[in-house]
């Protein structure tokens, strides 16, 4: 009797206690039949921080050396009263100076729809507003480009456009350095050409090896099968 009394009484599981019970076991079971894999993480600290800190060191310290060993030259003083011999925007703009250097007049039946100026803006216009709709009408899932070859083959050709319209724009500079270009794609505007057809032709080099990639029958392996289940 004396150890029957020493015994204390155990409660009864809560119904909370079931609940949650009942959900890991499902969870197990359907991970178990679905073959998930577990998915690991890093923690922020200290993994993330030191391996950002070692990137910035790494390039701060090539921009010092190349700050120190390379410096930059020294050109003539500039003239207060004079004009630039060439005038261009900053290095990240000039994708769009190329765009209205490029934009020639829209003529239909000998009337001017656009003049070369409004059609430059609006070249611009329409070069800008895909990236700003993009995030609303791309609704995917799709990560890597393997998962989805016409966005990837368009973000290549994107950024072949803004490459090579970068070039155009500073095509006076290169036409007067070296002449001979000047005399090859003066009277045929090649470099022009050269500047629409090479993001056309980045598209198709990034879209047709992704697209055949992704028809290959059983092209994923373990790890991408869990990783698209798992998401």
Not at 1 to 30: C, F, H, T
């Amino acid at each position: 009797m004396a150890e029957k009394r020493n015994e204390k009484p155990v409660a009864p599981p809560s119904l909370v206690g079931e609940y949650m019970a009942e959900v890991q076991k499902i969870e197990a079971e359907r991970r178990a039949k679905k073959k998930f894999r577990i998915v690991e993480g890093f923690p922020f600290w200290p993994h993330e921080v030191v391996r950002d800190a070692i990137f910035i060191c790494f390039f701060t310290a090539i921009m010092f050396f190349l700050g120190g060993f390379i410096p930059y030259y020294l050109e003539a003083p500039a003239d207060p009263a004079g004009q630039p011999h060439i005038i261009l925007p900053d290095w990240y703009l000039l994708w769009s100076y190329g765009l209205l250097k490029i934009a020639h007049p829209v003529e239909l039946f000998g009337y001017t729809l656009f003049t070369a100026k409004l059609w430059g803006v609006v070249l611009n216009g329409l070069v800008v507003a895909p990236l700003l709709v993009i995030p609303f009408i791309h609704l995917g899932h799709s990560r890597r480009p393997v998962e989805d070859p016409v966005w990837a083959g368009l973000g290549c050709g994107g950024l072949m456009l803004a490459f090579t319209l970068s070039a155009y724009s500073v095509n006076q500079t290169y036409r007067e350095h070296w002449p001979w270009i000047a005399d090859f794609i003066g009277n045929y505007e090649i470099d022009a050409w050269l500047t629409m057809l090479l993001p056309v032709v980045a598209f198709f080099i990034a879209y047709i090896p992704l697209t055949w990639r992704k028809g290959i029958e059983g092209y994923e392996n373990k790890l991408s099968r869990n990783y698209f289940r798992i998401r």
